[in-house]
């Protein structure tokens, strides 16, 4: 039969150690009853009693994690709100890229990606100058209206986002050259639905064959940066 030991306080018998019970006891503090500790308390693993839920504290309660200490995640966050921001990666683009294609084609800016979750989107930002322009042309007005043709897709060649981009023109009578340059800017959110890789493209086209589009170039001809930025979101 168990024995029943009731006592306002357990001291050490010499030192400041005091120890409950041997390797292999269990200890249990009956549904009920509470444990308070009001200092420190030091172990290297707290599990539930039952089933495989933990729950740390009660509504209203704030935990510090203090400077200097790191919080390790080795499987999934859940429960956050979503919105946050996992992985942001970049690519910038110097070199200057010409087409004279009334279709896509892809420039050399491009990035790939690894979604960490299916239900993460990814947001991708791109930035660059281009320039439309035709040499040995006698009539300026022909020069008038002749955008460059953006566009942005995935690695299966699946068309995310197109546009045209609205120029500054510029004839140049003494080499009867005429040109439009203009700085795109768009910001595109995509949902791959995927932990695979995906590569995001920016292409461009001319709207007539008889113009040359060019990327990453101001409108003297001089190369310039262009950008990519893809950032996974938190979709949960």
């Known amino acids: 039969m168990a024995s029943v030991l009731k006592v306002d306080k357990l001291d050490p018998q010499s030192g400041t150690d005091l120890e409950i019970g041997t390797s292999g006891d269990t200890v249990t503090v009956p549904t009920g009853a509470g444990l308070t500790v009001t200092d420190e308390v030091k172990t290297n693993k707290i599990s539930p009693a039952t089933g495989a839920a933990f729950a740390l504290g009660d509504s209203g309660d704030t935990f510090t994690v203090p400077s200097g200490a790191t919080i390790v995640n080795s499987g999934t966050a859940t429960g956050f709100g979503g919105g946050k921001i996992l ?71 699946t068309e995310l986002a197109d546009g045209q981009l609205a120029f500054q023109y510029t004839p140049s009578s003494s080499t009867n050259t005429y040109a439009m340059s203009g700085w795109a800017s768009f910001v595109y959110l995509h949902s791959p639905s995927s932990t695979s890789a995906v590569t995001y493209r920016v292409g461009i086209k001319t709207f007539h064959s008889d113009w040359t589009a060019t990327a990453f170039v101001d409108l003297s001809g001089n190369d310039c940066v262009g950008s990519m930025v893809v950032m996974e979101v938190d979709g949960t």
Do not use: R
């Open 87 to 157: 992985q942001v990666l970049s690519v910038l683009v110097s070199t200057s890229f010409a087409t004279t294609s009334t279709s896509y084609v892809d420039t050399d800016l491009y990035k790939a990606i690894t979604p960490a979750s299916t239900s993460n989107d990814i947001l991708i930002h791109v930035s660059l100058p281009c320039k439309s322009y035709k040499t040995n042309e006698s009539s300026a007005s022909t020069a008038a209206n002749i955008p460059v043709g953006l566009f942005l897709t995935d690695v299966s060649g």
